[in-house]
Every structure is written in structure tokens, then in C-alpha cells.
């Protein structure tokens, strides 16, 4: 089965510089066996904003002014992750889980320790408890073998996490694909809101604190890797986390534009209405 989570790829793309035009990039899903390639978002950097699209043209998500927005084209809703909102969330977190403490206390000693180890299992973690939250370690390993994706030559690396292989990074220098320091311009300002977003956990306290620490420094880790393999993933294939193989799938950069974005694919559209960040859908 293919591990939960967004890709080093997806979460950091590429490496650094200062801002010049902006960037259109294509990522679909290429299935292996028989060839066929779908769309499955777009991705938009300029000006240290990022957005990225469903193809389905429902989703949308802005990174811009140190916050995150979430647009519902279908329903002209959206939502924004702000400091507010995250000072909101930490709290909820917080209820909630002193709540299930409570809960917990009263429990029978093998089923509170069941209740442990199913927390830890899923990455969560009580306060206080023997199932403290681990920060894991991503690195990548160059595996010196070639190959091409999308019409790109690529080198291969394989990216771990706590040592075990968890995605094949087809990588092709930076030289091949103007416009990687705007990228990066974009990645970096949505890097900073992830910091603020742990900033804001940690000082709530309790489990919300113990959540980002647990969190604490993925990105620069990601960061990291990205500064290592030297260049720009333009195919990213997972290992099943149970058998080691790789997927039947992989994700392909199938177009890479550099060219001027209309400052409106940026904004919030006229006529949608905002909803609470933590209602449910947009």
C-alpha cells in the first residue's frame, strides 16, 4: 500500500534564488504498465505565491501573506488558515485530547495501553506518555542509475525516511528547467507559514505542542534533501510500505512553463463567501 502523505516533491519542490517570472508546471499520474498519463494538478509560482489546482477545477489552493487559503469552486466557498485559525485549532486539539485523557484514566491498565500504542500507530501521542512523538529523519540516496521522465533525462534517487526507501526521485538538474528560483521564492514563503503553523502548536502547549514537536523541522529536513540531489524531481514513484516494491504508478512532470501568471489567479474570486476554517468542507 502506498504510505499516506504527500511527496518530498509535493511538499518542498525545488531549490533556491531570487524571484523572476513566473512558472506554470503539469503533474499527472503515469501508470507504468500501460502508459497512460492523466492530469492531475496544476501548479502556479510567482512572486513568493503559490497555488495548486485540481484538474477536476473544484480545489484550489493558495499560498500567499502567510497564510493558506482552501477554494471550493463548486460550492464558491473558502476557507483560510491564518493565525487566528490556528490558534483556533491548537485549542480544539487540546479539548479534545484532554477529553480522551480523561477517558483513558478511567480505563482498565490493558486498555489504556492498547489505546497507546493504537495513538502511536497513527503518529499521535499523549502527554506524558511512554508513546512520546518521534521526529523523523528524511534524507536520499543516490542510487547511480539514469533515467527520463516527461521528455527530461533524470538521475535516480531513492528518498528514505528513518533509513527505508519511501520514494524513487527521477531528478533533472535545475538547468533544464528555467524558472526554479521562483519556485523555490514560493516554496520558501509556504515553508515559513508551515513554521508559523508550528510556532502557533507550540505555544498552546499540551498535545498540540507535543504534535509539533513530533513535526518540528520536516520541512527543513525536505529542504535538505532537495539541496542534496541537486536538482528537480520530474518523476516520483512510491515504495510499498509493506513489500518494498514500487507502486504501479508514478507522478510525472508533464509540462513546465516559465511565463508571466495574471495576478488574479492569486486572489480570492468575486462572489465567494468564507467560511470557518474548521467547519468541514470550504
Not at 547511480?144 to 528513518?162: E, I, K, Q
Not at 514560493?186 to 508551515?194: E, G, L, Q, V
Request: proline share 4%; hydrophobic share 40%.
Amino acid at each position: 500500500m502506498r504510505k499516506s502523505g504527500g511527496s518530498i516533491f509535493a511538499t518542498t519542490l525545488f531549490l533556491a534564488g531570487t524571484a523572476q517570472a513566473g512558472v506554470f508546471i503539469e503533474m499527472s499520474d503515469h501508470d507504468v504498465a500501460s502508459g497512460k498519463m492523466t492530469p492531475r494538478h496544476h501548479l502556479y509560482a510567482q512572486q513568493g505565491m503559490l497555488r495548486a489546482d485540481s484538474t477536476d477545477g473544484h480545489t484550489v489552493v493558495l499560498f500567499k501573506d502567510n497564510s493558506m487559503f482552501l477554494l471550493d469552486s463548486s460550492a464558491k466557498t473558502y476557507r483560510v488558515l491564518d493565525k487566528a485559525a490556528m490558534d483556533q485549532m491548537a485549542g480544539k486539539m487540546n479539548d479534545v485530547m484532554s477529553q480522551m485523557q480523561e477517558k483513558m484514566a478511567a480505563m482498565p491498565p490493558e486498555q489504556r495501553a492498547a489505546m497507546e500504542r493504537a495513538m502511536q500507530s497513527i503518529g499521535q501521542s499523549m502527554p506524558g506518555t511512554a508513546a512520546a512523538a518521534k521526529a523523523h529523519v528524511y534524507d536520499a540516496i543516490d542510487t547511480g542509475a539514469t533515467g527520463s521522465a516527461g521528455g527530461r533525462s533524470c538521475h535516480m534517487w531513492n528518498a528514505t525516511r528513518d533509513g527505508k526507501p519511501t520514494e524513487q526521485l527521477c531528478v533533472a538538474p535545475e538547468s533544464s528547467l528555467p524558472g526554479t528560483a521562483e519556485v523555490m521564492t514560493a516554496i520558501r514563503s509556504a515553508a515559513s507559514f508551515n513554521q508559523q503553523f508550528m510556532d502557533a502548536m507550540q505555544a498552546r502547549g499540551g498535545a498540540a505542542a507535543s504534535l509539533a514537536s513530533g513535526s518540528g523541522g520536516i520541512m527543513a529536513q525536505h529542504l535538505n534533501v532537495m539541496q542534496k540531489i541537486g536538482g528537480v524531481p520530474v518523476a516520483t514513484r512510491h515504495f510499498d510500505s509493506s513489500t518494498g516494491a514500487l507502486d504501479s504508478t508514478e507522478s510525472v512532470m508533464t509540462q513546465w512553463q516559465q511565463r508571466n501568471i495574471d495576478a488574479t489567479q492569486f486572489e480570492i474570486p468575486a462572489g465567494y463567501t468564507r467560511k470557518d476554517f474548521l467547519a468541514g468542507k470550504p
